[in-house]
């Protein structure tokens, strides 16, 4: 996984997850940092991608 700071590409890191993984983004990182996937030439097989999002009424 690879995370790049919004307001500074420059700052960027990298993770590497194992089969059967489990992240969890929140607060700062969720905000500030934009995630993705790195581009693979060999195909990866599939993934499963959960969003839980919590919905304030107003």
Request: charged share 20%; net charge positive; aromatic share 8%.
């Amino acid at each position: 996984m690879r995370f790049r700071k919004k307001a500074n590409h420059d700052k960027n890191f990298n993770i590497i997850l194992q089969n059967g993984s489990l992240l969890l983004i929140g607060g700062e990182l969720q905000h500030h940092w934009q995630q993705a996937v790195p581009k693979s030439k060999k195909p990866m097989g599939a993934r499963i991608n959960l969003t839980f999002r919590f919905i304030r009424s107003q």
